[in-house]
């Protein structure tokens, strides 16, 4: 089952904060994020098993709540280069596939 | 990067006809994966491979099959082509739980 995420869009100024969430109606053994930029393709950014944890990649970090099963990422301080579609992964057990959620669209803008 | 190359990058083919795509990897990882991609429905999983030999069915799989008869190379084949197999395709492979995706073919079907 394809996780929601939320917003579908957002624009942001250079500096600005912004939050991308991801929920399943699943159980989630782990949450992955990928972001991809327009004619490319998708990049792994961190992966989050649960138990909770939070992992960070430049300033863009992201927490995981199994008990909800959401993932939060949380870009700080925006760049231009962050614009893109930024995709959350679900996988159910260890070894099953991942499935995507829709998307997230993030222009940063000067 | 993992070595990911996908054959051809752009095709334009006729309604009933077949068509074959090629996704070939260099660093002999075991799982790969076919993505399709369409506005609207984020990365959607056709089929996946766990070995040599080994395939089975995603979300998308009607229409589609696959073939991978060496580690480094993994077929995805359109038995006869529609236009709502107008896409752009991913392939992607597994690493330390990372997924590695390949640079796309965009695929008309007129």
């Known amino acids: 089952q394809q996780p929601v995420q939320s917003p579908q869009a957002v624009i942001l100024r250079e500096g600005e904060d912004a939050v991308i969430n991801c929920s399943s109606s699943?159980?989630?053994?782990?949450v992955h994020w990928y972001r991809q930029k327009h004619g490319e393709a998708p990049v792994f950014l961190m992966i989050?098993?649960?138990?909770?944890e939070q992992k960070g990649h430049e300033k863009i970090s992201a927490s995981f709540n199994e008990k909800k099963q959401q993932s939060s990422l949380y870009l700080t301080a925006s760049q231009l280069s962050y614009s893109g579609t930024y995709f959350c992964?679900?996988?159910?057990?260890?070894?099953?596939?991942?499935?995507f959620g829709k998307g997230t669209r993030l222009s940063v803008i000067a | 990067d993992a070595g990911i190359t996908q054959s051809p990058r752009h095709k334009v083919t006729e309604t009933g006809t077949p068509v074959t795509l090629r996704c070939h990897q260099t660093?002999?990882?075991?799982?790969m994966y076919w993505y399709r991609q369409d506005p609207g429905h984020g990365l959607r999983l056709i089929h996946y491979s766990y070995g040599v030999k080994d395939t089975d069915k995603g979300e998308v799989s009607d229409g589609y099959s696959v073939s991978r008869s060496k580690t480094e190379d993994f077929l995805l084949t359109l038995e006869s082509a529609t236009s709502s197999q107008t896409s752009v395709y991913f392939c992607?492979?597994?690493?330390?739980?990372?997924?590695?995706f390949g640079p796309g073919t965009r695929l008309t079907v007129l």
């Open positions: 989050l098993l649960k138990g909770g």
């Open positions: 660093e002999n990882h075991r799982y």
């Open positions: 699943k159980a989630l053994y782990s």
């Open positions: 992607a492979t597994l690493s330390s739980r990372t997924q590695y």
């Open positions: 992964g679900t996988e159910s057990s260890g070894n099953t596939p991942l499935v």
